[in-house]
């Protein structure tokens, strides 16, 4: 599981920093540590993602940043 997890993150990466029309607008990437079981996290994490969403959304529409603060740029 853990294989195409990271597969379909590193899938989901790629077109978000190569298709213009495509932004990462947030990722539970960071947060794989605090799975409850295989498919679901605790409601903090959740909240966590949730919030960097609406900021990179809004920061989107507001000033076009391309670059969500979760991304490393250069891989």
């Known amino acids: 599981m853990e294989g195409k997890r990271l597969c ?6 790629s077109i978000c ?3 213009k029309d495509f932004v ?3 990722s539970f990437e960071p947060y794989i540590s ?3 079981d295989p498919f679901h ?3 903090a994490v959740y ?3 949730g919030k960097t969403a ?5 920061d989107f529409y507001g000033g076009f940043s391309r670059q969500p603060p979760f991304i ?3 891989g």
């Open 8 to 13: 379909v993150i590193e899938q989901a990466n």
């Open 17 to 19: 920093k190569n298709e």
């Open 24 to 26: 990462m607008a947030a």
């Open 34 to 36: 605090q799975m409850k």
């Open 41 to 43: 996290y605790d409601q």
């Open 47 to 49: 909240n966590a993602v």
């Open 54 to 58: 609406g900021k990179t959304i809004a």
């Open 72 to 74: 490393k740029s250069g």
